[in-house]
């Protein structure tokens, strides 16, 4: 089994909730979310026709149990391609429009002090590293 290799994509505060950012990783756009402090990584391409999904506005879920009533929910958990409207929950990388078969590819992803890079085999790339700040890691 191949051992995942790590990448220092952001600092912590670079991130805020609401604002993604992307970054290449190994050829790949990765869109790094924020969610009150948990982080969240998903493929920068929506599965229906490839459109950038980081450009599409993060939302809400909207559901009706009966007919005129909407509960609001998940507020800023959802993100919604700019093309078609298609939505993909950012914790998961889910479809809500096909759930049975469409999502978003997700990538695992840890906040790690500086310290622990530095200890590591691992090479981050072009940032430099501080044992007392703390860095966003991508695992791929």
């Keep these: 089994m191949r051992n995942k290799q790590k ?3 952001a600092r912590v505060g670079e991130v ?3 604002k993604p950012i992307v970054r290449e990783i190994k050829g790949r756009q ?12 998903l493929l920068n391409r929506c599965p229906h026709q490839s459109a950038e999904l980081c450009k599409g506005r993060i939302t809400h879920l909207s559901q009706s149990k009966v007919p005129g009533e909407v509960e609001v929910s998940r507020v800023g958990e959802i993100i ?9 929950d950012i914790r998961t990388g889910q479809s809500w429009c096909d ?9 695992g992803i ?4 500086g310290e622990a ?3 590591g085999p ?19």
């Design 80 to 88: 919604k391609c700019p093309w078609h409207g298609w939505e993909f």
């Design 7 to 9: 990448h220092v994509v």
């Design 117 to 119: 890079l530095v200890k």
């Design 110 to 113: 840890k906040v790690e002090p």
């Design 30 to 41: 990765i869109g790094i979310f924020n969610l009150d402090g948990d982080y969240y990584a």
């Design 16 to 18: 805020e909730p609401g």
């Design 99 to 107: 759930p049975d078969s469409m999502y978003v590819r997700q990538f």
């Design 122 to 140: 691992y090479v981050a790339e072009t940032y430099a590293v501080s044992v007392e700040d703390s860095y966003i890691v991508v695992e791929m």
